[in-house]
Each structure stands twice: as structure tokens, then as C-alpha cells.
């Protein structure tokens, strides 16, 4: 059985951090590009933040994170990390962890929530 599942959200102030986990099992992690996404609002799409490929060797970042925020790895742990720094109200969002390998795997989502 497959699942992904997020820790790690929280409240936090504006300039402050958070650490976000995904632990997965139930299929071949160490082969598998994984990345972040968020959703702002209900209804709202979700937006790519990050992405590792699967030996942890490559990292792409949306622009609106790109020097805040650090994607990893521990393959030994079949686990992504989300370093996320310097936080903005407007990265306020529930955060998921995503398989991108076919087939695709979505987790339930962390709540991040920033503010003063």
C-alpha cells in the first residue's frame, strides 16, 4: 500500500522556518522524483514549489521559493524534506508531497500558515 504522509506544518511568524517531512512507502522511493506542492486557497489549483530527482543530485525550485526554501532527500529513510526559511504570509498554503514518477502519488497535506 502506498502512502505518503507530511509533518511538519505549523504556525510560524513572518521570517521564521519550518522543516517539512514526507516519510513514503509502499513503492521504490530511491527511484522515484519527488516533489513539493502547495494550495493557497479551497478550489485554488495546486502550485509546484520544488522537486528532487531521485538520486538527489538535481533540484528545481519555483521562482516565488527559490533561495528560501531547500528540497532533500534520505533514501535510507524514504523521506523528502521541504527546508523552508525566510517565510512569507504569502506562503501560507497546505503543503503536499508528490510522487512525479509514473504512477503519480499524492499525499494528505501539511497546513503551513504564516503570520504575526
Known amino acids: 500500500q502506498v502512502q505518503l504522509v507530511e509533518s511538519g506544518g505549523g504556525a510560524v511568524q513572518p521570517g521564521g522556518s519550518l522543516r517539512l517531512s514526507c516519510a513514503a512507502s509502499?513503492?521504490?522511493?530511491?527511484?522515484?522524483?519527488m516533489s513539493w506542492y502547495r494550495r493557497s486557497a479551497p478550489g485554488k489549483e495546486r502550485e509546484f514549489v520544488a522537486?528532487?530527482?531521485?538520486?538527489?543530485?538535481?533540484?528545481t525550485y519555483a521562482d516565488s521559493v527559490k533561495g528560501r526554501f531547500i528540497i532533500s532527500r534520505d533514501n535510507a529513510k524514504t523521506t523528502v524534506y521541504l527546508q523552508m526559511n525566510s517565510l512569507k504570509p504569502e506562503d501560507t498554503a497546505t503543503y503536499y508531497c508528490?510522487?512525479?514518477?509514473?504512477?503519480?502519488?499524492w499525499g494528505q497535506g501539511t497546513q503551513v500558515t504564516v503570520s504575526s
Open positions: 522537486r528532487i530527482s531521485a538520486a538527489g543530485g538535481s533540484t
Open positions: 509502499g513503492f521504490t522511493f530511491s527511484r522515484s522524483t
Open positions: 508528490k510522487r512525479e514518477t509514473i504512477p503519480t502519488y
